[in-house]
């Protein structure tokens, strides 16, 4: 088998979409995967970093704010921006679940992935790391 070309990664069309049925919304969405940068950017968002060094979780909203990140209309554009988040996460808690969820499993985020991420980051300074 031949190993892949630089030019053939960078072309290969590997964000997947999907169609989810929300049926407290009256219908059906698509949603997308997040790009490598996308999904880095929405898990640094996460953690909020204060003033004194320290690091507290950041779950505020977060199932509207991955919405606003995957849910695109037919053309494949995304179909909600950073000001339409407080709004979305006024929407049914099942509904978003239901999104959330789906989001969760075409992005390959595990339970453990979204609990790591947000685990440890209590009220204590951000360490540097020793290791090499």
Sequence with gaps: MA??????????????????????????????????????DFEASLVEMKRDGSAKRNIENVRARLATLCIINEAG????????????GNKSSAALGRVFDAINE???????????????????????????
């Design 3 to 40: 190993l892949l070309s630089r030019d053939q990664i960078l072309d290969a069309k590997d964000l997947k979409t999907k169609d989810v049925s929300v049926p407290e919304w009256g219908g059906d969405i698509r949603i997308r995967m997040l790009t490598g940068k996308e999904r880095d």
């Design 77 to 88: 554009e995304l179909m909600f921006n950073r000001a339409d988040i407080r709004m979305l």
């Design 106 to 132: 075409l992005n390959a985020f595990s339970d453990e992935d979204i609990e790591d991420l947000a685990e440890g980051f209590g009220e204590t300074p951000i360490e540097s790391s020793t290791s090499d």
